[in-house]
């Protein structure tokens, strides 16, 4: 998988070091997800991320 879009509800505290690099779960919401806005409502996504997108993408932000 090359992308995902995703609303990122938590990134979990436990870091994974795998192949040199570090790893994070993150949990979430598809931007299609017409339930995110409802509690209590599950993640619908959780992925496996590496920590240097993590950075780069909040780098992004507005």
Do not use: F
Request: hydrophobic share 35%.
């Amino acid at each position: 998988m090359n992308g995902l879009d995703l609303v990122v509800t938590q990134t979990h505290r436990r870091v994974v070091l795998s192949d040199g690099y570090l790893w994070a779960w993150v949990s979430g919401h598809e931007p299609a997800c017409n339930r995110a806005d409802r509690e209590p409502h599950p993640p619908c996504t959780e992925v496996l991320v590496s920590l240097s997108v993590l950075c780069s993408a909040a780098e992004n932000q507005p």
